[in-house]
C-alpha cells in the first residue's frame, strides 16, 4: 500500500499567519489517465471530513482561496495563506491513485 | 442538495453482526462508485470497502475481508456495509463517501461501538 507522511502533526499558528502542511507519498501518484489523484481533507471538530483540493491543486466549491494545494514529485503541500479561527481542525491528505486509497496522519491545527 | 446519510450503527457484542445503510439523494447515484470510511475515536481515517456504480465489483481493507460485504440498491439510491464477526478494533464512525479515488461527498457518519 502506498504510505502518506503527514507533518508535521500540530501546528500551532497565530490567527492572519500562513501555515503549511506537508504530504509525502511512498511512491508516484501518477495515474495512467493522466491524473494526479492527491486529495487533502479539513475534519473540524465533530464534522464529517470536508474535501478542500482535488487532483493536488484544485479547490473545491465554496473553499476560500486563501488554501492552496501544490506538488513537487512525491511531496505534496497545502498551504493557508492567512489562518482564520475557522480553519481550526484536522487536515488529512489522501491519495486516490492507487488500490487501497490511503489517508495521511493527519495534521492538527490550532490558534496560539 | 447533495446528501449521504448514513445509519444502523450500534452497540454489539464481540463477533455480533450489524449492517449499515447510506440513503443517497441529490444525484444519480447509479452513475458513481461508493466507499465505506472508518474512524476511531481520536485516531484517523481509514478506506474500509468500496463498490463500483453496478455493484459488480468490491474491494476491502485486508482487516475486514472476509468479515464485511459491500452492496447497493441503485434503485433505491442506497448503500449497505453488512459486518459480521465484529471485533473491538472495528469500532468506529463510519461514513459512507461517493467516488473511492476523490471522496469529495461525505454523510454524518454513523457510530458502531463493538464491546462485550
Known amino acids: 500500500d502506498v504510505v502518506m507522511t503527514q507533518s508535521p502533526l500540530s501546528l500551532p499558528v497565530t490567527l492572519g499567519q500562513p501555515a503549511s502542511i506537508s504530504c509525502r507519498s511512498s511512491?508516484?501518484?501518477?495515474?495512467?489517465?493522466?491524473?494526479?489523484?492527491l486529495n487533502w481533507f479539513q475534519q473540524r471538530p465533530g464534522q464529517s471530513p470536508r474535501r478542500l483540493i482535488y487532483k493536488v491543486s484544485n479547490r473545491d466549491s465554496g473553499v476560500p482561496d486563501r488554501f492552496s494545494g501544490s506538488a513537487s514529485g512525491t511531496d505534496f503541500t497545502l498551504k493557508i495563506s492567512r489562518v482564520e479561527a475557522e480553519d481550526v481542525g484536522v487536515y488529512y491528505c489522501?491519495?486516490?491513485?492507487?488500490?487501497?486509497?490511503?489517508f495521511g496522519g493527519g495534521t492538527k491545527v490550532e490558534i496560539k | 442538495e447533495v446528501q449521504l446519510v448514513e445509519s444502523g450503527g450500534g452497540l454489539v457484542q464481540p463477533g455480533g453482526s450489524l449492517r449499515l445503510s447510506c440513503a443517497a439523494s441529490g444525484f444519480t447515484f447509479s452513475n458513481y462508485h461508493m466507499a465505506w470510511v472508518r474512524q476511531a475515536a481520536g485516531k484517523g481515517l481509514e478506506w474500509v470497502a468500496n463498490i463500483n456504480h453496478d455493484g459488480s465489483d468490491q474491494y476491502f481493507v485486508d482487516s475486514v475481508k472476509g468479515r464485511f460485504t459491500i452492496s447497493r440498491d441503485n434503485a433505491k439510491s442506497s448503500l449497505y456495509l453488512q459486518m459480521n464477526s465484529l471485533r473491538i478494533e472495528d469500532t468506529a464512525v463510519y461514513y459512507c463517501a461517493r467516488d473511492p479515488r476523490a471522496l469529495p461527498i461525505w454523510g454524518q457518519g454513523t457510530v458502531v461501538t463493538v464491546s462485550s
Open positions: 489522501m491519495q486516490g491513485t492507487h488500490w487501497p486509497p490511503t
Open positions: 511512491q508516484s501518484l501518477g495515474h495512467s489517465d493522466g491524473n494526479t489523484y
